[in-house]
């Protein structure tokens, strides 16, 4: 490959384009709200509108022209480099020898003209590679991989044949998108909705807005029904567009994923970057036996949940052979675990209690309709502390560490205790009266294996243990 500075494919202008235009896509929503709405519905109103979209695209385009003009990339036989900016300019250099991995991008654009968004990962990379390359066709990515391969063979080289593999069959596809139950995918809208509605509504709008919010109990309850089946409709649709074409191979010492609907991504993972599998059994999964698996992967931390999913819907018991065959390095059993002294009983189930009791107590307040909430909500708590309760175990056996707790889901931990980042033996003044304490074992920033309120003689002896076996 020329060590001489090349422009990305052409395509590579509409890319560039197309992300000017969602970056701009709220502020654009606005001038054209209230530029061109602002003055009434009517047919200047909407020409108005017309010419500001029109203005925008034509920005997004000139700006996606320079963006691609000034943007050069180049391989030597020290590395990868990237120079792009006109006033500000940026040139990004990756040694051959430190890139773990080649990942692939196409969304549908870049499938219309045939080319592929390239991310050059390293050992510290995030949710992007150290290095993308927005427009490239076929040849040009396999060209790359060969090169890279040269180098590191266990790590990037195109195995003909993975060692194994698992796919989401489209009729579990169905299923996982149905009970994938991520309700947090309402909150942005909400939020959204706030901030147009205080950009359009002037003083006297708002008023009529705010008459127009229920004012019964019955019809709040009726309001947060539809917000949840919205919310229900949305995760649907979104674990589609994710986890359609799900695919998880092993090949040597790396798992390679494929997904996505629309965007069709394609990642590899070195197996010595994963650091733990969470086994995660949804409100939903959960009474039918269901479960997601989950990894925390040395540099994916900023990673979207969908882009730790190691596969999206698998039965729980499955989960043993599925790790044995694709990810034996963390595979143990989910069961057989340590329960907890009867005595932390009341620890689990007096804070859920507590934060019921003072809700419904302040509905009541509010609206003197809340009686009935206060009723249901406090059996319902503490029915959740019970089930929290039952559900916390521990397991450290041949130095892997399993660990259960209950929080919207059940989620069952697995993994090596030397891979931890930390581990944390504490103890509050309350639980120095029941003689219980806590552990917590942080295997990234965003997975950690916390046993609550173990008994303190057991806590400090596991705390020991898991220092011990790293040593």
Same mark, same amino acid.
């Given at each position: 490959?020329?060590?001489?500075?090349?422009?990305?494919?052409? =395509?590579?202008?509409?890319?560039?384009?197309?992300?000017?235009?969602?970056e701009?896509?709220?502020?654009?929503?606005?001038?054209?709200?209230?530029?061109?709405?602002?003055?009434?519905?009517?047919?200047?109103a909407?020409l108005?509108?017309?010419?500001?979209?029109?203005?925008?695209?034509?920005?997004a385009?000139?700006?996606?022209?320079?963006?691609?003009?000034?943007?050069?990339?180049?391989?030597t036989?020290?590395?990868?480099?990237?120079?792009?900016?006109?006033?500000?300019?940026?040139?990004?250099d990756?040694?051959?020898?430190?890139?773990?991995?080649?990942?692939?991008?196409?969304?549908? /654009?870049?499938?219309?003209?045939?080319?592929?968004?390239?991310?050059?990962?390293?050992?510290?990379?995030?949710?992007?590679?150290?290095?993308?390359?927005?427009?490239?066709?076929?040849?040009?990515?396999?060209?790359?991989?060969?090169?890279?391969?040269?180098?590191?063979?266990?790590?990037?080289?195109?195995?003909?044949?993975?060692?194994?593999?698992?796919?989401?069959?489209?009729?579990?596809?169905?299923?996982?998108?149905?009970?994938?139950?991520?309700?947090?995918?309402?909150?942005?809208?909400?939020?959204?909705?706030?901030?147009?509605?205080?950009?359009?509504?002037?003083?006297?709008?708002?008023?009529?807005?705010?008459g127009?919010?229920?004012?019964?109990?019955?019809?709040?309850?009726?309001?947060?029904?539809?917000?949840?089946?919205?919310?229900?409709?949305?995760?649907?649709?979104?674990?589609?567009?994710?986890?359609?074409?799900?695919?998880?191979?092993?090949?040597?010492?790396?798992?390679?994923?494929r997904?996505?609907?629309?965007?069709?991504?394609?990642?590899?993972?070195?197996?010595?970057?994963?650091?733990?599998v969470?086994?995660?059994?949804?409100?939903?999964?959960?009474?039918?036996?269901?479960?997601?698996?989950?990894?925390?992967?040395?540099?994916?931390?900023?990673?979207?949940? =969908?882009?730790?999913?190691l596969?999206?819907?698998?039965?729980?018991?499955?989960?043993?052979?599925?790790l044995?065959?694709?990810?034996?390095?963390?595979?143990?059993?989910?069961?057989?675990?340590?329960?907890?002294?009867?005595?932390?009983?009341?620890?689990?189930? /007096?804070?859920?209690?507590?934060?019921? =009791?003072?809700?419904?107590?302040? /509905?009541?307040?509010?609206?003197?309709?809340?009686?009935?909430a206060?009723?249901?909500?406090?059996?319902?708590?503490?029915?959740?502390?019970?089930?929290?309760?039952?559900?916390?175990?521990?397991?450290?056996?041949?130095?892997?560490?399993?660990?259960?707790?209950?929080?919207l889901?059940?989620?069952?931990?697995?993994?090596?205790?030397?891979?931890?980042?930390?581990?944390?033996?504490?103890?509050?003044?309350?639980?120095?009266?029941?003689d219980? =304490?806590?552990?917590?074992?942080?295997?990234?920033?965003?997975?950690?294996a916390?046993?609550?309120?173990?008994?303190?003689?057991?806590?400090?002896?596991?705390?020991?243990?898991?220092?011990?076996?790293?040593?």
């Amino acid at each position: 490959m020329s060590p001489e500075p090349r422009r990305l494919h052409r =395509a590579g202008i509409l890319v560039y384009a197309l992300a000017t235009l969602r970056e701009a896509a709220i502020p654009l929503l606005a001038v054209f709200v209230v530029g061109g709405l602002g003055g009434g519905f009517d047919e200047r109103a909407l020409l108005r509108g017309a010419g500001f979209a029109v203005a925008g695209t034509v920005f997004a385009s000139i700006a996606g022209y320079v963006r691609w003009r000034t943007t050069t990339w180049w391989v030597t036989g020290e590395g990868i480099h990237r120079r792009s900016g006109v006033v500000s300019i940026k040139e990004t250099d990756v040694p051959l020898g430190r890139i773990q991995s080649l990942d692939v991008e196409q969304g549908p /654009l870049q499938r219309l003209f045939g080319v592929h968004s390239l991310h050059v990962q390293t050992g510290g990379g995030g949710a992007k590679g150290e290095i993308v390359l927005e427009a490239l066709d076929l040849e040009q990515v396999r060209e790359l991989r060969a090169l890279v391969a040269a180098g590191r063979p266990a790590e990037v080289a195109d195995a003909p044949e993975p060692d194994a593999e698992r796919r989401l069959s489209r009729p579990a596809l169905l299923v996982a998108a149905l009970t994938a139950g991520q309700l947090g995918v309402l909150l942005p809208v909400l939020a959204a909705a706030g901030q147009l509605s205080q950009s359009l509504f002037d003083e006297r709008r708002g008023e009529e807005a705010i008459g127009l919010l229920p004012d019964a109990a019955g019809e709040w309850v009726l309001a947060g029904a539809v917000l949840l089946a919205l919310a229900w409709v949305l995760s649907t649709l979104g674990s589609v567009v994710a986890f359609a074409g799900f695919t998880v191979s092993r090949e040597g010492e790396r798992l390679r994923i494929r997904r996505g609907l629309l965007a069709h991504r394609e990642a590899t993972v070195p197996v010595g970057r994963v650091r733990a599998v969470e086994v995660v059994e949804g409100v939903l999964r959960w009474p039918l036996g269901l479960a997601a698996l989950r990894m925390e992967v040395i540099g994916h931390a900023d990673e979207p949940t =969908a882009a730790r999913m190691l596969f999206p819907l698998i039965a729980r018991r499955d989960v043993r052979a599925f790790l044995d065959e694709l990810l034996p390095e963390l595979a143990d059993d989910l069961d057989g675990l340590e329960p907890l002294p009867r005595r932390a009983h009341a620890r689990y189930v /007096l804070p859920p209690v507590a934060v019921a =009791a003072v809700a419904g107590a302040l /509905l009541w307040a509010l609206t003197g309709a809340g009686a009935w909430a206060l009723a249901l909500a406090v059996p319902a708590a503490a029915a959740y502390g019970t089930l929290a309760f039952r559900a916390a175990g521990w397991r450290l056996e041949g130095g892997r560490l399993v660990t259960r707790a209950l929080r919207l889901a059940r989620v069952t931990l697995l993994a090596p205790a030397a891979h931890r980042e930390s581990h944390t033996l504490s103890q509050t003044p309350l639980q120095r009266r029941g003689d219980l =304490a806590d552990v917590r074992v942080a295997f990234g920033k965003q997975t950690a294996a916390s046993v609550r309120h173990l008994d303190a003689g057991t806590a400090a002896r596991l705390w020991e243990r898991i220092a011990a076996g790293t040593r």
